[in-house]
């Protein structure tokens, strides 16, 4: 209309507005997604080192004392993994070679891992494995 006028339309204005708000939108997506992999991955740091403490545990029992731990509710006083987490410790079977004999033990972790509201939660499992000689001595 006029040879001078500057500025932005409406139109303009509410393209621009249009654009701000989807690069936010996918903006918040992403930093929803990173905290979810933060909680995911410090349940799964402390389910494992609560399993690899339950495998040393089994690493100090004598080889003719090993047996199998049916599923136990880990300590209820736990701060990451909650009082709803649980263990168990199988045993394979027993293997024979070359005059040695060896048992297979595992041990699970089962947790839930919330995502968002305590309502929406995600079950996790951690396994562990050792094999275990008829030649070790206990530490």
Do not use: W
């Amino acid at each position: 209309m006029f040879e001078n006028e500057q500025g932005l339309t409406l139109a303009e204005v509410l393209v621009a507005a249009v654009i701000l708000g989807i690069a936010a939108l996918g903006l918040f997506g992403a930093f929803d997604t990173g905290r979810r992999l933060d909680v995911t991955a410090r349940y799964d740091a402390a389910a494992v080192n609560r399993a690899q403490e339950l495998l040393e545990q089994q690493r100090a029992v004598p080889y003719t004392s090993l047996a199998p731990v049916p599923t136990r509710t880990l300590d209820p006083a736990d701060q990451i993994l909650g009082p709803d987490a649980r263990f168990c410790i199988a045993l394979g079977n027993e293997n024979a070679s070359a005059g040695c004999n060896y048992k297979t033990v595992t041990v699970s972790v089962y947790y839930s891992v919330p995502l968002g509201t305590m309502a929406h939660t995600v079950a996790r499992q951690i396994d562990l494995t050792m094999e275990r000689s008829s030649l070790e001595t206990a530490l």
